[in-house]
């Protein structure tokens, strides 16, 4: 885990990245495109992280409770593992990878760490003092920044290695924030033109 090499155009969050800025500058990605391979999951299917060698994805079955996450051959769409469940009431779908770890959170404030090479769990940890978790999870840097609404809203930060609270902090709410990060902060942003920027 520690020490991983990260491909700098691998997709590891929401919009390709930490800044989820949506880009990619992968010279080799040129047209004409043909299709590789298809997966299909029952139920709904949120957007996919490519990353380590393998597409990453988080899965609400149909006809089942709660979220899971699966782990793709890049190759040929086969099933590495999964899909684990990582429980909610609702639809999340959302995932991050950073450092040889996959990130997802449930719809009430569950985030699982997953190695992403094997799909055990290393860490669990319930988040308190909100009860809606709709936004995009962020793994970068050390950490792992969830934002979380209901009353006000809270940003967190959790040990992407223990899964502790490192810090958390009360922010303006609207809880489809997803924390965007680079080398100088962590930006959040809210309905009523509200961004703001934290060390």
Known sequence: ADGVPVDPDAAVAYQQNPA???SVTDPGFVAPFRRAW????????GYPLVA???VFVAI???YEFGNKVAALSIDDGSLLWGPVS?????WSGSIAYDDGRVFAIDSDGGV???DATTGDVIWD?????QWGFRAPVTASKGLVLVEGDGVGGTLYALDQGTGELSWSVDVMGG???APAVDDTGVYVSYDCHDVVKLD
């Open 175 to 177: 809880g489809r924030s």
């Open 112 to 114: 699982t760490a997953f």
């Open 38 to 45: 298809t997966r299909t999951f029952e139920g709904k299917v």
């Open 86 to 90: 990582i429980g909610g009431s609702d």
């Open 125 to 129: 940890t319930q988040l308190t003092g």
């Open 52 to 54: 380590a060698g393998r």
């Open 60 to 62: 609400a079955p149909t």
């Open 20 to 22: 989820h800025d949506g």
